[in-house]
């Protein structure tokens, strides 16, 4: 797993369903990793866009991991 600023893994979106409201990152090394439209940080509509770089913090899931506290990458 390739980290970022302050620890932060990194990453790019796979896909993300606005109206499901998850999707998921694919990692450097190939992983996928769950994302919930509340672990993504930032107010109002909270999605992201296929392809986009984005920077988070990993944790356990009801499933599994899944990426918490997502940013948009610099």
């Known amino acids: 797993m ?3 600023v ?3 893994a990194k990453g790019s979106v796979k896909w993300f369903d606005t109206k ?3 999707g998921f990152i694919k990692q450097p090394d190939g992983e996928d990793i ?3 439209y509340s672990g993504i940080d930032g107010d109002g ?3 992201l866009r296929a392809g986009e770089p984005v920077e988070f913090e ?3 899931g009801p499933k599994g991991p899944q990426a ?3 940013v948009r990458a610099p």
């Open 20 to 22: 499901k409201g998850y």
């Open 45 to 47: 509509f909270r999605s």
């Open 6 to 8: 302050e620890g932060l």
């Open 58 to 60: 990993i944790s356990d």
């Open 2 to 4: 390739q980290r970022g």
């Open 34 to 36: 769950f994302v919930h």
């Open 68 to 70: 918490t506290h997502v």
